[in-house]
């Protein structure tokens, strides 16, 4: 079966430094990545998805930055952390050409 | 602009009661609409998916209703239990890429004795 797994479950950073969070599938191959964004009170937001690897789309212009060095992995980093940067992110599959989406279960941000 | 509403907004209800969470969109061209529970902390998880031409789809306890014609969604749980407690998301997926999904801001759902 197919399982996805996302790290760390929560961090907190200061303003300023770098962030790295990954994200890999297993039990699939060529699966679609995404890196969601859920800011308090309001609906996820996509920031990445990637079709392939080296494939990376970016929905809105951000500090945020992503990877996919192989080929279910899927990789989340900023160079400097903003406050706004501070949220609950979350690392999505779907199969290619699939109609379902599922969850890591995220990582919460904090940038202080 | 592709928009995804949902109400209320928050809700409480005791064990055992029904509860009806509703969802309005304006995506365009639809596709499908999907129902997520999401408990506190961790990432949604899918409910049900209904297409165009599906009214109604049940999963366990919880029943979905579709109407294409006035873009309205709704999902209806049964004999509510503590485990239900979670915010519900909709989401409106349009047609094209797989990356255009609209979002609603979720139900949060309190089930308490």
């Known amino acids: 079966s197919q399982t996805i797994h996302q790290w760390p479950a929560t961090l907190v950073q200061p303003v300023g430094s770098p962030l790295s969070l990954e994200c890999t599938v297993e039990?699939?191959?060529?699966?679609?990545l995404y890196w969601y964004r859920q800011a308090a009170g309001r609906g996820l937001q996509l920031l990445f998805y990637?079709?392939?690897?080296?494939?990376i789309s970016s929905e809105v212009p951000q500090n945020l930055s992503a990877s996919r060095p192989q080929d279910r992995q899927f990789i989340l980093s900023s160079k400097k952390l903003l406050l706004s940067d501070s949220g609950f992110y979350l690392c999505?599959?779907?199969?290619?050409?699939?109609?379902?989406?599922?969850f890591g279960s995220g990582t919460q941000l904090s940038v202080l | 602009k592709n928009q995804v509403e949902q109400s209320p907004q928050s809700l409480i209800i005791l064990e055992g009661k029904n509860c009806t969470l509703q969802?309005?969109?304006?995506?365009?061209?639809?596709?499908?609409l999907r129902w997520y529970k999401q408990d506190t902390g961790r990432g949604p998880v899918s409910l049900t998916i209904?297409?165009?031409?599906?009214n109604t789809k049940s999963n366990g306890r919880y029943t979905a209703t579709l109407d294409a014609d006035t873009k309205q969604s709704s999902l209806h749980i049964t004999a509510s239990q503590l485990s239900d407690s979670a915010s519900y998301i909709c989401?409106?997926?349009?047609?094209?890429?797989?990356?255009?999904?609209?979002f609603g801001t979720g139900t949060r759902l309190q089930v308490t004795l």
């Open positions: 989401v409106v997926r349009s047609t094209g890429t797989a990356s255009k999904l609209t």
């Open positions: 209904m297409t165009f031409s599906e």
């Open positions: 999505a599959w779907s199969p290619g050409g699939g109609e379902k989406l599922f």
């Open positions: 969802c309005n969109y304006t995506v365009s061209p639809f596709s499908n």
């Open positions: 039990g699939t191959s060529n699966p679609n």
């Open positions: 990637s079709v392939g690897i080296g494939q």
